[in-house]
T-cell receptor
Framework: GAVVSQHPSRVICKSGTSVKIECRSL??????MFWYRQFPKQSLMLMAT?????????EQGVEKDKFLINHASLTLSTLTVTSAHPEDSSFYIC????????FGPGTRLTVL | QKEVEQNSGPLSVPEGAIASLNCTYS??????FFWYRQYSGKSPELIMS????GDKEDGRFTAQLNKASQYVSLLIRDSQPSDSATYLC???????????FGKGTHLIIQP
């Protein structure tokens, strides 16, 4: 299957700071990438669809001004959590689609 | 809003037996269905995809789809302790086919 990487794998930050998470498709070009969030003992919830060269599409209830998505190239999408608060602590997972979705290893964000 | 339902378990199966995982979905027009395996603290890994009614086999895994009943299942033959994980059923449901996941079934294979 296709390989998707994420960086960083784990980040701890203070409340009020911003955190950027990178998602890369390593062996294929992805015009569309997806960002998911998973809270403990819950399933993955789609946050937004990242489209190369255009604005992201956000799911209902996800604040676009808080979760900034940039899809600057066919292999890179970034998610920036702005002014992070403890309730934003979660496991953030990206995926890239080549027909089927392949997931990155995830980024565990802890906001103190 | 598409919904995907799974029994959260835990489902406990003896080693070597067949594990049967079930999933129902709400949207009759769904055309593709996916099973992912997720180990604790890790991201999901694609196990099977199925698009047509009937069975699809891949090694020890068999996916079964019944669109009329809006039901998809995953069978794991000769279950191994390494199969112990949470199994997530997913259908395209978000923008540009972002996935809607069920809550997952926690499978435990007992040695």
């Amino acid at each position: 299957g296709a390989v998707v990487s994420q960086h960083p794998s784990r980040v701890i930050c203070k409340s009020g700071t911003s955190v950027k998470i990178e998602c890369r498709s390593l062996d294929f070009q992805a015009t569309t990438m997806f960002w998911y969030r998973q809270f403990p003992k819950q399933s993955l919830m789609l946050m937004a669809t990242s489209n190369e060269g255009s604005k992201a599409t956000y799911e209902q209830g996800v604040e676009k001004d808080k979760f900034l998505i940039n899809h600057a190239s066919l292999t890179l999408s970034t998610l920036t959590v702005t002014s992070a608060h403890p309730e934003d602590s979660s496991f953030y997972i990206c995926s890239a689609s080549s027909g089927e979705q392949f997931f990155g290893p995830g980024t565990r964000l802890t906001v103190l | 809003q598409k919904e995907v339902e799974q029994n959260s378990g835990p489902l406990s199966v003896p080693e070597g037996a067949i594990a049967s995982l079930n999933c129902t979905y709400s949207d009759r027009v769904s055309q593709s269905f996916f099973w992912y395996r997720q180990y604790s603290g890790k991201s999901p890994e694609l196990i099977m995809s199925i698009y047509s009614n009937g069975d699809k086999e891949d090694g020890r895994f068999t996916a079964q789809l019944n669109k009329a009943s809006q039901y998809v299942s995953l069978l794991i033959r000769d279950s191994q302790p390494s199969d112990s994980a949470t199994y997530l059923c997913a259908v395209p449901g978000g923008g540009a086919d972002g996935l809607t996941f069920g809550k997952g079934t926690h499978l435990i294979i007992q040695p």
